[in-house]
């Protein structure tokens, strides 16, 4: 239950001081819009002239478009690592952070959608996927859960958004009228009783449950596009568990860039300090010890065996000619990370900030590493080809357009943070509350 | 009724006849085919063996293509032969990841193609075009339910293989050893 009282009135103010369009804020989203233009101009020359404007040919038919799918849904695992994983476990350190973790899954999921778009080479058919869809390709179930985890993540960004709403809608003179309207409508009424609140705590409670499941069949089943051929490097029965824990890293690193961004830009330091950052930095750890694990697992095996398909695979990424960018991944991407993550010097927020991002790169390389080395190895001799056949290169084209994917996530995460609380109001609010209740009681 | 080929890799010389042939019949776009000649070599100097192989899809009866594709676009037809329905198919390349034979390949126009066994001329009572054009004679082509057909009788009396068989596709294109 929420008191109106000085504590509520503070932290609301705190909170919502940036919300709303400063010129700033303009400024960053035309910067972005004028990127996102220049792929979209890419795309449509794409859309013109079909797929040979990418560098994928006979050979190589899944590249960059592909690796950078499976990095857009690995990132918006977070939100379920963060708020159903922590929160139903009762870690009460995600509080604050947990909405920017939902911001981070629902941008994700939602571009990811589109990503597999641009692969398509008849993009005018995704019609068809409904129409005709077959439950026994892979295919399908990706786009079933791609959607399902989207709609849930979104109710769950949603739902505790609600009480916020109400609470702001009253506090918010510095705002544009169509905000203020905005938040008037999406507050459906909220006042504020023991039952609204009873009702959405439960709600919340289910979605944390069930999206649980659902977050780990989005990955499993994205995993399950390359596990289910036959292809060396991909023919593994560990694919599933391998690329969940990998998504936990990339997620994790995307949050903490995301409270780097927000605690400055929106002097938001009271809420997310020094010590969310330290958590942060150990959750990394975990995640990345496992991941390290999966990564042993999945190269040690078939090395150890050397079995005739593996070895030339195997060859090209240790010391042919991947190896530069196999290695950088594993140790800039995993195991430099972790050790110097393990030391507390390093898990304060600028050192987290940088070695975030440096993993966060690893880990959209890490996907190409991936998929790219495995279509170029195929079971049979590939002779009286043209070189373009042989080895796979992007073009700027399709750099232009995997660009424009991001950029557009970025869009989508600065509107959200930017137009609504990013720090949920009431849940500091009842924080606040219970503290001072408690040095009372001492 | 169950089509198959068999290529006498003794008797093939190389020459990509059936590669051009199979280009003009299908009207396959300029710097794609859907089959193609490989030599491959093994052994050492001066103990060499080279075998040479017209390839192409192999129409299995277990394909990981058709069981991966999310439209249906790829499906079996009469006589077992895989096909493509171009104006389902919405190009997303699962088929040709899960080729082990790397028989498919993404159209210009954005939908997947591959061999057909040449259906049109099929219909027609006649050979595929690769078949009918080869100088030595070294392709066959039949009912493999049919014993008398010309890829029957040759199977009977001749050792031969498949490719990559451990991937479990059952393949339909046989090489005469």
Redesign the interface.
């Known amino acids: 239950m929420i008191k109106e009282n000085e504590n509520l009135e503070r932290i609301a103010k705190e909170i919502m001081r940036p919300v709303g369009l400063s010129k700033n804020f303009i400024l960053w989203m035309s910067f972005l819009g004028v990127i996102l233009a220049a792929s979209l101009v890419a795309y449509a020359i794409q859309l013109q002239n079909g797929l040979t404007v990418t560098g994928m040919r006979d050979y190589v038919s899944w590249g960059m478009y592909i690796a950078n799918f499976v990095f857009f849904v690995a990132t918006s695992l977070v939100g379920m690592l963060i708020t159903s994983v922590l929160g139903l476990t009762g870690i009460s350190w995600i509080k604050p952070i947990g909405r920017i973790a939902e911001i981070i899954a629902v941008a994700f999921a939602a571009v990811a959608g589109l990503v597999i778009v641009s692969d398509m080479g008849r993009p005018d058919r995704l019609i068809n996927v409904f129409m005709y869809g077959r439950i026994q390709s892979p295919i399908i179930w990706d786009v079933t859960v791609v959607i399902t985890y989207l709609t849930l993540s979104t109710l769950l960004y949603f739902l505790p958004l609600i009480p916020d709403l109400a609470i702001a809608k009253t506090r918010m003179d510095h705002c544009p009228v169509w905000l203020q309207k905005l938040y008037e409508i999406l507050s459906v009424k909220w006042g504020h009783t023991t039952e609204q609140y009873k009702i959405m705590l439960k709600s919340v409670r289910i979605l944390m449950v069930v999206i649980v499941p659902t977050a780990f069949a989005i990955h499993t089943v994205t995993s399950w596009l390359f596990a289910s051929t036959l292809r060396v490097g991909w023919d593994s029965t560990i694919f599933g568990p391998y690329f969940l824990t990998g998504a936990f890293v990339a997620g994790s690193a995307a949050v903490v860039i995301a409270m780097y961004v927000f605690r400055s830009s929106y002097k938001l330091e009271k809420y997310i300090t020094a010590f969310h950052f330290d958590k942060m930095g150990k959750l990394l750890v975990l995640t990345m010890l496992v991941y390290l694990y999966f990564n042993i697992n999945e190269y040690l095996v078939p090395a150890y065996k050397m079995k005739a398909a593996d070895a030339k695979h195997l060859h090209e990424l240790f010391v042919g000619s991947h190896a530069f960018l196999f290695w950088s991944v594993q140790l800039c991407g995993l195991i430099i990370p972790i050790i110097l993550l393990i030391f507390k010097p390093f898990r304060k927020p600028v050192p987290m900030l940088i070695l975030s991002i440096v993993i966060l790169i690893g880990a959209w390389f890490k996907r190409l590493i991936i998929v790219v080395p495995t279509m170029e190895e195929p079971f049979l001799p590939k002779q009286h080809v043209p070189h373009e056949f042989m080895v796979y290169t992007p073009t700027v084209i399709e750099s232009m357009i995997t660009i424009g994917t991001i950029v557009m996530a970025i869009m989508i995460i600065s509107i959200l943070s930017k137009l609504f609380p990013v720090i949920p109001i009431w849940e500091m609010a009842e924080e606040a509350e219970n503290e001072s209740e408690h040095k009372l009681n001492e | 009724m169950r089509y198959a080929m068999a290529i006498d890799t003794k008797k093939c010389v190389g020459c990509s006849d059936c590669v051009v042939a199979c280009q003009a019949e299908n009207n396959v776009p300029i710097?794609?085919c859907r089959d193609?000649?490989?030599?491959?070599t093994d052994g050492t100097y001066p103990e060499l063996e080279l075998e040479n192989r017209s390839?192409r899809c192999n129409h299995c009866e277990n394909s990981?293509c058709v069981?991966?594709?999310?439209?249906?676009?790829s499906h079996y037809a009469e006589g077992g032969i895989v096909l493509v329905t171009e104006?389902?198919?919405?190009?997303?390349?699962?088929c040709?990841?899960?080729c082990?034979?790397?028989a498919r390949?993404?159209?210009?126009?954005?939908?997947?193609d591959k061999c057909t066994f040449c259906v049109q001329r099929l219909k027609n009572g006649l050979k595929p075009a690769c078949v009918s054009v080869c100088p030595t004679k070294c392709m066959y082509f039949g009912d493999l339910e049919d014993p008398n057909s010309d890829v029957s009788k040759v199977l009977k009396t001749r050792k031969h293989k498949t490719?990559?068989p451990e991937?479990g596709t059952k393949p339909h294109l046989y090489f005469l050893i």
Not at chain 2, 36 to 40: K, M, Q, T
Not at chain 2, 67 to 72: D, E, S
Not at chain 2, 105 to 112: D, N
């Open positions: 710097g794609f193609w000649v490989v030599e491959v390839e990981p069981r991966c594709c999310p439209t249906g676009a104006d389902k198919c919405i190009g997303c390349s699962a040709i990841t899960s082990p034979y790397d390949y993404v159209h210009p126009k954005g939908y997947v490719l990559i991937a």
